[in-house]
């Protein structure tokens, strides 16, 4: 009988414990299930927002650049020389496996360091990996790639711009870039 009683007190600590670890279990599930509602009724919405709704364009087919996703990242691609900005001077063909000067159009993307080099595929997507990215935890890099040519398809979207808008978009993208101590920012004539 007092073994009964002893185990009766024993089993019905180990079930208030498996109660509270429940509860925590329950309401970090729901915690993560709402930050994933928010993130994509924010991505559903955000798109919505107007833009530059004011902003007079005297004149939006001046330049073309393309949009480039492969499903993953996402690039901006220009060509490497206008008349406002060399690319090579921010991003050396001597970089390149192949360092060849004759690639006319430069992809690029800006975000996790991480994700861009551990993250080619969607297959190759760990937690650790994407929770760095969307905290900020991780450093961000620069990814870029020449091409030669550039076709619209399905990963390649042809967008035409105004000079305005392609200079705002250089000064935007020239000042992301981080130099090495002593080393000095190219100039543009956008900044």
């Given amino acids: 009988m007092l073994l009964a009683v002893f185990l009766n007190l024993y089993l019905r600590g180990k079930?208030?414990?498996?109660k509270k670890i429940l509860k925590?279990?329950?309401?970090?599930?729901?915690?993560?299930v709402l930050l994933l509602i928010i993130y994509v009724v924010a991505a559903l919405l955000i798109p919505f927002i107007p833009v530059n709704k004011n902003k007079d364009?005297?004149?939006?087919?001046d330049l073309t650049?393309?949009?480039?996703?492969?499903?993953?990242?996402?690039?901006?691609?220009?060509?490497v020389k206008t008349e406002?900005?060399?690319?090579?001077?921010?991003?050396?063909?001597?970089?390149?496996?192949?360092?060849d000067t004759t690639y006319s159009y430069v992809g690029i993307g800006w975000g996790d360091k991480g994700f861009y080099l551990q993250t080619p595929t969607w297959a190759d997507l760990k937690f650790s990996t994407a929770f760095?990215?969307?905290?900020?935890?991780?450093?961000s890099a620069i990814h870029a790639t020449f091409y030669q040519s550039i076709v619209p398809d399905s990963t390649t979207v042809?967008?035409?711009?105004?000079?305005?808008?392609?200079?705002?978009?250089?000064a935007f993208i020239t000042k992301s870039f981080d130099f090495n101590k002593g080393e000095d920012r190219p100039n543009s004539k956008c900044e």
């Fill in 158 to 170: 042809a967008i035409n711009i105004s000079k305005e808008d392609y200079k705002d978009m250089v």
């Fill in 84 to 99: 406002w900005v060399d690319w090579t001077n921010y991003i050396s063909y001597a970089d390149t496996d192949l360092k």
């Fill in 15 to 18: 079930v208030e414990k498996m």
């Fill in 57 to 61: 364009y005297q004149s939006p087919n």
């Fill in 65 to 79: 650049i393309y949009i480039m996703s492969n499903g993953v990242h996402t690039d901006i691609v220009v060509p």
């Fill in 24 to 32: 925590r279990t329950g309401r970090v599930l729901l915690y993560i």
């Fill in 132 to 139: 760095k990215a969307m905290t900020g935890l991780s450093s």
